[in-house]
T-cell receptor, first 109, second 117 residues
C-alpha cells in the first residue's frame, strides 16, 4: 500500500536543540496528523492539521500543513530526553490513516 | 478519556496454532475499529477496518481467512491469527473511533507482540 516518506530517518541530537522533520506524499491529503510512538506502545496523537497552510502548535511542538497538501512538517523546540521515540506522520483518506515511514529521535543529555 | 486496551500484551505460540487478540474501548463506544500490523523498525500498515455488526473490510494483500476479525459489540473487536507461522510474528495494534460523521479520531491500543515459534 501507499506510504508517506519521512525524513530524516533518524536523528541524534543533544538536549535543548530544536528538531525539524518532514513528510511528503505523491498524492493530496485533506487531513494530516502527527503521532509519537514509544517503544512497545501504540502511537499517540500529537497534532492534527485540517487546512492547507495551517500552522498548529501543541506546547513545544509545531506542525504545518503544506500549501500543496502533499507535505507536512513537524518542529520540536528545546528538546528534552522524553522526546525520544518514533514520530510518524499520517494522511487521512476515507477515514483510513496512511502512515509515514517514521523518524526515530534520540536525545542525549 | 478515550482509552483503548489490548489483550494480551504479548503472546508466544507454536507454529500452526491460532491466537486471538482482543481490542476494547474502555470509556467510549467504538463504531469502527482498525487493525494494524507493524514489523520491527517499520511503519504501521492497515490490515482491516471493522464496523460493529458487519463484516470487516480487508486491505489489499491481507488474507481474510487467515486474519479473522469480529466486531460483535461497540466496545470489543477481536483479531484471530489462524494457523500462525513464524512470518506472522509482528506487533499488532488496534485503534478505535466512535464519533458519527466528520473526522473520527482514532485512539490506539498499546499493541500486542506476537511471536510464532
Amino acid at each position: 500500500g501507499q506510504q508517506l516518506n519521512q525524513s530524516p530517518q533518524s536523528m541524534f541530537i543533544q538536549e535543548g536543540e530544536d528538531v525539524s522533520m518532514n513528510c511528503t506524499s505523491s498524492s493530496i491529503f485533506n487531513t494530516w496528523l502527527w503521532y509519537k510512538q514509544d517503544p512497545g506502545e501504540g502511537p499517540v496523537l500529537l497534532i492534527a492539521l485540517y487546512k492547507a497552510g495551517e500552522l498548529t502548535s501543541n506546547g513545544r511542538l509545531t506542525a504545518q500543513f503544506g500549501i500543496t497538501r502533499k507535505d507536512s512538517f513537524l518542529n520540536i523546540s528545546a528538546s528534552i530526553p522524553s522526546d525520544v521515540g518514533i514520530y510518524f506522520c499520517a494522511g487521512l483518506r476515507a477515514d483510513k490513516l496512511i502512515f509515514g515511514t517514521g523518524t526515530r529521535l534520540q536525545v542525549f543529555p | 478519556g478515550a482509552v483503548v486496551s489490548q489483550h494480551p500484551s504479548r503472546v508466544i505460540c507454536k507454529s500452526g496454532t491460532s491466537v486471538k487478540i482482543e481490542c476494547r474501548s474502555l470509556d467510549f463506544q467504538a463504531t469502527t475499529m482498525f487493525w494494524y500490523r507493524q514489523f520491527p523498525k517499520k511503519s504501521l500498515m492497515l490490515m482491516a477496518t471493522s464496523n460493529e455488526g458487519s463484516k470487516a473490510t480487508y486491505e489489499q494483500g491481507v488474507e481474510k481467512d487467515k486474519f479473522l476479525i469480529n466486531h460483535a459489540s461497540l466496545t470489543l473487536s477481536t483479531l484471530t491469527v489462524t494457523s500462525a507461522h513464524p512470518e506472522d510474528s509482528s506487533f499488532y495494534i488496534c485503534s478505535a473511533s466512535g464519533l458519527a460523521g466528520g473526522y473520527n479520531e482514532q485512539f490506539f491500543g498499546p499493541g500486542t507482540r506476537l511471536t510464532v515459534l
